[in-house]
């Protein structure tokens, strides 16, 4: 895992849900392992850059924002 | 990763499908799914009057957002149960979308507020019966749903239960031996007696994962939240434990759940090919075990329903 918490850096700005969070992850990094790194299963998570759902392929930069969905929600 | 059918850039792999889609023919996937589940399992037919229970939540508005696309007759029920911070919340998102979405299609939203009739929220509730949050929340949602459906005359009651959540509680089921409970789980129960109505989910072929992306791909805006009363609980465990065998070996959730569906038909029809008599359906059950309750009149297997018992038991809570 690399996580880096400084926020001078220029990676790219992943959000968490369950609780909220923000983290900062160097790229280039493609979605299945951005999701392996942060332990996350693909089946409960979506992974949203900007306003539109990524494929696990699709290669994410330092410039991207990024929403990690879980898909578990509501009740 | 390119849509399988019309090639271009996907927005979502489905593995159990083998397939990829592009937002408009991920759209159309959602909607024969649902369409497959509705004739399937003959749910409703275009003239039947359906009241869908919201919740603010993804599964919920996905499934009011899809009936009214494919044209049918689709008012919704949002029970607010006074939870701070959360019901205020959900309920923002279902007004939201009944003014922006369902208006434009006439539909419209009815509201039952707990505190109102119940006296109470429901962690109130819930400490004054000794119960846990979950199980007292169930119980009100089912009764107020119900006699919704069946006061104003709804053909039909509609619920967002998706894959995920029908798997996890056949999961919960096995894994208890709780036989009984088996019966009831179906896509489509019937309005077996005078009281009940008829409930029906058509989301089941499809996904929680899958819902989501429909959601979010449709701008649909849902609470992302958890339900703060469900921490813990065990069907989130064997949620889980099914998106980490979906993950390795695709189409897990689908083959036990649809599988457990084809068993059941079968027992079902084998039964009465055979020289014993068929095993009774759960209607015949019904209609042999359940009886008016006696404060209120929906069905029930003792003097008293389970609702009925549940507020007096609060009420007697509350003068102490």
Same mark, same amino acid.
């Given at each position: 895992?690399?996580?880096?918490?400084?926020?001078?850096?220029?990676?790219?700005?992943?959000?968490?849900?369950?609780?909220?969070?923000?983290? $900062?992850?160097?790229?280039?990094?493609?979605?299945?392992?951005?999701?392996?790194?942060?332990?996350?299963?693909?089946?409960?998570?979506?992974?949203?850059?900007?306003?539109?759902?990524?494929? $696990?392929?699709?290669?994410?930069?330092?410039?991207?924002?990024? $929403?990690?969905?879980?898909?578990?929600?509501?009740? | 990763?390119?849509?399988?059918?019309?090639?271009?850039?996907?927005?979502?792999? =489905?593995?159990?499908?083998?397939?990829?889609?592009?937002? #408009?023919?991920?759209?159309?996937?959602?909607?024969?799914?649902?369409?497959?589940?509705?004739?399937?399992?003959?749910? @409703?037919?275009?003239?039947?009057?359906?009241?869908?229970?919201?919740?603010?939540?993804?599964?919920?508005?996905?499934?009011?957002?899809? =009936?009214?696309?494919?044209?049918?007759?689709?008012?919704?029920?949002?029970?607010?149960?006074?939870?701070?911070?959360?019901?205020?919340? /959900?309920?923002?998102?279902?007004?939201? @979308? #009944?003014?922006?979405?369902?208006?434009?299609?006439?539909?419209?939203?009815?509201?039952?507020?707990?505190?109102? !009739?119940?006296?109470?929220?429901?962690?109130?509730?819930?400490?004054?019966?000794?119960?846990?949050?979950?199980?007292? *929340?169930?119980?009100?949602?089912?009764?107020?749903?119900?006699?919704?459906?069946?006061?104003?005359?709804?053909?039909?009651?509609?619920?967002?239960?998706?894959?995920?959540? !029908?798997? /996890? +509680?056949?999961?919960?089921?096995?894994?208890?031996?709780?036989?009984?409970? =088996?019966?009831?789980?179906?896509?489509?129960?019937?309005?077996?007696?005078?009281?009940?109505?008829?409930?029906?989910?058509?989301?089941? %072929?499809?996904? !929680?994962?899958?819902?989501?992306?429909? /959601?979010?791909?449709?701008?649909?805006?849902?609470?992302?939240?958890?339900?703060?009363?469900?921490?813990?609980?065990?069907?989130?465990?064997?949620?889980?434990?099914?998106? +980490?065998?979906?993950?390795?070996?695709?189409?897990?959730?689908?083959?036990?759940?649809?599988? @457990?569906?084809?068993?059941?038909?079968?027992?079902?029809?084998?039964? /009465?090919?055979? #020289?014993?008599?068929?095993?009774?359906?759960?209607?015949?059950?019904?209609?042999?075990?359940?009886?008016?309750?006696?404060? *209120?009149?929906?069905?029930?297997?003792? !003097?008293?329903?389970?609702?009925?018992?549940?507020?007096? %038991?609060?009420?007697?809570?509350?003068?102490?």
């Amino acid at each position: 895992m690399h996580f880096l918490l400084f926020t001078f850096t220029s990676h790219m700005r992943v959000t968490l849900s369950h609780p909220e969070r923000q983290v $900062e992850i160097p790229g280039p990094k493609r979605v299945k392992d951005l999701l392996r790194d942060l332990n996350l299963v693909v089946e409960a998570h979506l992974v949203i850059r900007g306003d539109d759902l990524v494929t $696990e392929d699709e290669l994410l930069k330092d410039e991207d924002q990024v $929403e990690i969905r879980p898909v578990i929600s509501g009740g | 990763m390119n849509c399988k059918k019309c090639k271009i850039k996907a927005v979502i792999g =489905l593995p159990r499908h083998n397939a990829a889609f592009c937002k #408009a023919c991920f759209n159309e996937f959602v909607l024969e799914q649902v369409t497959r589940a509705i004739k399937g399992e003959r749910m @409703f037919g275009r003239d039947d009057r359906i009241l869908v229970a919201v919740s603010g939540g993804k599964d919920s508005l996905a499934l009011w957002d899809i =009936l009214l696309k494919l044209g049918y007759k689709a008012d919704a029920l949002y029970v607010d149960l006074g939870i701070p911070g959360y019901s205020t919340k /959900s309920r923002e998102k279902v007004q939201q @979308f #009944a003014d922006s979405v369902a208006r434009t299609h006439e539909a419209k939203l009815l509201i039952h507020k707990v505190e109102e !009739e119940e006296g109470a929220g429901i962690r109130e509730l819930a400490d004054l019966i000794h119960r846990p949050t979950c199980s007292t *929340c169930g119980t009100i949602k089912r009764y107020q749903f119900n006699r919704a459906a069946v006061e104003q005359h709804y053909d039909v009651m509609a619920t967002g239960h998706n894959l995920d959540d !029908e798997a /996890s +509680r056949l999961l919960g089921n096995v894994l208890h031996w709780q036989e009984e409970y =088996l019966d009831k789980q179906g896509p489509s129960l019937p309005a077996s007696v005078e009281g009940f109505a008829k409930k029906v989910k058509p989301l089941y %072929r499809l996904s !929680e994962r899958e819902v989501a992306a429909y /959601s979010v791909l449709n701008r649909i805006d849902y609470i992302v939240d958890e339900c703060p009363m469900a921490k813990g609980s065990k069907m989130l465990l064997y949620k889980e434990v099914l998106n +980490r065998l979906e993950t390795e070996s695709p189409g897990t959730k689908q083959a036990f759940y649809c599988g @457990f569906l084809e068993k059941q038909a079968r027992a079902l029809q084998q039964g /009465s090919g055979q #020289a014993q008599p068929a095993p009774p359906s759960m209607a015949e059950k019904d209609r042999a075990t359940l009886h008016p309750c006696a404060t *209120c009149s929906q069905p029930t297997t003792a !003097e008293i329903c389970s609702y009925c018992k549940m507020m007096a %038991r609060a009420k007697a809570g509350s003068t102490r």
